[in-house]
């Protein structure tokens, strides 16, 4: 993958639209992710929000009969071009699953396990070391790294696999409600962490909480159902989180924001 | 707990279908144990009429006196080899005798081999009568007088049909000797050649088709015939396994085309072809049930790996087979418990009975269900019994069998 000469946005859509089957699940999105920010994808229940972070690193491909139309370019390069490996895709693209999914295996290996995919050849207990520092989470395990990654708490867990994905050192996380099952101080901790890390990645996260988009992100792409016969999602405004929280132009966005819809 | 709610206006009505809810559920409850309780019975009642046939009383009685035998006053039990290979000499044709020596020369003899053949060819040891366990406990006076009464020269003994001896000794045509060594060996190794074969071609079928296949109409038909032959009866397997392994594929099976051609092999009815049969017959099995494990491994699980990066085989390696293992293994004992137990299409895929040899995989072969089978099906009184003792190793075997492997599915399970 090539990297051109605006690198000020990770990441563009042109007009991606993601069908399962016939189904048209998102339509005609086009988004332009910035660098090292943060951007917080908000929109009531089932209107392709998941659907459209997972087309990022083409996750969306797990799911049978899924395909894309459209082009996501990532540093210039079509994600979905045909010479492009999804392998490739997901190592410099990371994910954080909405419920903790950490490994059966000890801590370490959690952390260990996809450098070591990937042939990492520097000192494997630095990386893990470095990880979990980044990921808050090294002085609460730095003394139980060989015990199980699921003893943990569910904050514990999430931020584990936040630091099992920077450990490949991906240039985008993206995150898909990392906090919705968590308590309220854990997710604290999440948001803080993500401020941190926005010094080094770029972020994207999907989020149903308004108070945490308008807390965290710097961008915020508002999604709806799109009008039409078909339960199509789309982007219906994105601009800086500031602005959309205070002065939407879209009255939908309006109306989600202040709680008047859904 | 008063309501005002109109539809429950009633109170009464309501306290009186409490209790009828109550007791319906009290009555399922005891129809639920009753079935429990019904089948701990007839379990109970399989163990006791075999064990009643492993044990008993049992009359012999000597074609020849060993008593007549002895030198000088000296018994048999006590005479040195020369003098005991003296008396085979006298009491056997010069022909038997000859042969005897040609198979092992008398001198390479122990003395025991040698004692063990006197009482064999000469002193001839006949089963008489015998009596179950049940007749010995309840009635053991009447038979030791009918016993003296009726055969006065027979030995009275009680006896477990299952003894060391009757592990250690091939099959023999006459009940005293016979045992039932071959038959594990035979059902054994033909075991290990079915899971040798079923294992790896399971999973890897199982893998193929819940981790790669697409979900369209050709893999559908795949998978639902795949649960149509799991219920194929037993004995079409053993026609097909006699149609391929014996007919089609004999010079394979019979060992030919390695060079290994054991003498006692009819064509390709070996323990290789039974062995196949059963790896066809458990096929199915094997593949349901790994792939009901796979599909219990969660998806987040394959979503985590897939999103840092690996590929689909090193996730498939590393995270979706490590959790499935124990229900692969669960599903394998189950297979093996039933290849272990099949009788009808090794019948047809050519077990043979009497096997007085050791066999390997490219020799004729017997299980322990075959020779159960052939026992059972015998008039005298005295092959029930050895069936009897057979059944108990047979079960003996497949529990130590499962258990190998329920360790084996703990362990793998006890990781994280």
């Known amino acids: 993958m090539s990297t051109t000469a605006d690198s000020n946005y990770v990441i563009e859509t042109r007009h991606l639209a993601i069908f399962y089957g016939d189904f048209k699940a998102v339509t005609d999105v086009n988004l332009r992710i910035q660098r090292h920010k943060i951007t917080a994808i908000i929109g009531p229940s089932g209107c392709g929000k998941s659907t459209l972070l997972r087309s990022f690193n083409r996750m969306n491909e797990l799911v049978p009969e899924s395909h894309a139309s459209g082009q996501v370019l990532f540093d210039g390069q079509d994600l979905y071009a045909r010479q492009v490996d999804p392998v490739e895709v997901r190592h410099r693209i990371g994910m954080v699953f909405q419920k903790p999914n950490p490994f059966p295996k000890s801590i370490y290996e959690n952390i260990a396990w996809g450098a070591r995919v990937h042939g990492y050849r520097g000192n494997m207990d630095e990386l893990v070391e470095r990880s979990l520092h980044q990921a808050a989470l090294w002085d609460e395990v730095k003394d139980i790294l060989h015990r199980s990654g699921l003893a943990l708490s569910g904050g514990q867990q999430q931020r584990l696999c936040i630091a099992r994905t920077i450990a490949v050192q991906p240039e985008v996380i993206l995150m898909d409600e990392p906090a919705s099952a968590l308590d309220p101080i854990a ?16 972020i994207i996260i999907v ?6 988009a308008a807390r965290v992100s710097d961008y915020t792409a508002m999604m709806m159902l799109a009008n039409g016969h078909a339960r199509s999602g789309t982007v219906i405004e994105f601009d800086e989180t500031n602005k959309i929280f205070t002065r939407p132009s879209d009255k939908r966005t309006e109306d989600y924001v202040t709680g008047r819809f859904g | 707990m008063k309501k005002n709610n109109p539809s429950y206006s009633n109170g009464g009505r309501f306290r009186d279908n409490l209790a009828t809810r109550h007791r319906a559920g009290v009555i399922w409850q005891i129809v639920f144990q009753a079935s ?9 009642a399989l163990l006791l009429n075999i064990i009643d046939g492993a044990f008993g009383y049992v009359a012999y009685e000597a074609r020849v006196d060993p008593a007549s035998l002895a030198v000088d006053g000296v018994a048999i039990e006590d005479l040195p080899q020369e003098l ?15 042969k005897l020596d040609n198979e092992i020369p008398f001198n390479e003899r122990s003395r025991i081999n040698v004692y063990d ?32 009464e009726e055969y006065p020269d027979a030995e009275l003994r009680f006896i477990s049909w299952i003894n060391a001896e009757f592990i250690q000794r091939p099959q023999s045509s ?13 059902s054994l190794l033909t075991i290990l050649v079915t899971i040798l074969v079923a294992f790896p071609l399971g999973v890897g079928a199982a893998i193929y088709l819940e981790e790669y296949a697409l979900d369209n109409w050709l893999n559908r038909l795949i998978r639902t015939n795949i649960n149509n032959l799991a219920g194929v009866p037993s004995i079409i397997y053993g026609i097909l396994g006699l149609a391929i392994f014996v007919r089609v594929l004999g010079v394979l099976t019979s060992g030919a085309v390695f060079g290994s051609v054991d003498p006692t092999t009819a064509s390709g009815r070996t323990v290789l072809s039974a062995g196949l049969t059963l790896a066809l017959l458990v096929l199915p099995l094997i593949i349901i049930n790994a792939q009901e494990a796979l599909r219990a491994v969660p998806q987040s699980l394959r979503q985590a790996s897939l999103s840092v ?26 297979a093996v418990s039933r290849a272990i137990g099949e009788t009808a299409p090794l019948i047809v895929v050519g077990a043979s009975t009497a096997i007085s040899f050791d066999p390997n995989i490219f020799s004729r072969f017997t299980t322990l269900p075959i020779q159960i089978y ?35 599915r703990n362990r793998s399970t006890k990781r994280f």
């Open chain 2, 117 to 148: 053949l006197v009482i064999e060819r000469i002193v001839r040891y006949d089963v008489t009568e015998s009596w179950t366990l049940r007749e010995s406990l309840t009635q053991g006076a009447e038979i030791r007088a009918r016993v003296i």
């Open chain 2, 174 to 186: 006459e009940a005293v000797n016979a045992g039932v060594r071959t038959a594990i060996l035979g």
């Open chain 1, 187 to 202: 997710t604290l901790k999440i948001e803080e962490l993500m401020e941190e890390l926005k010094r080094n990645y770029t």
């Open chain 2, 374 to 408: 052939q026992w059972t099906a015998r008039p005298q009184a005295e092959w029930r019994h050895l069936a009897a003792a057979a059944i108990l190793v047979l079960i003996v075997l497949l529990l130590s069998l499962n258990a190998t492997a329920i360790v084996l």
């Open chain 2, 84 to 98: 005991l290979v003296e008396i085979l000499r006298q009491n056997l044709s010069s022909g038997a005798f000859n």
């Open chain 2, 309 to 334: 990066g690996a590929t689909k085989w090193q996730t498939v390696w590393s995270h979706v087979l490590p959790n499935a293992i124990p229900g692969i293994l669960t599903g394998t004992i189950l």
């Open chain 2, 36 to 44: 429990t309780v019904i089948g701990i019975i007839a379990l109970t």
């Open chain 1, 207 to 212: 989020t149903h909480n308004m108070q945490q």
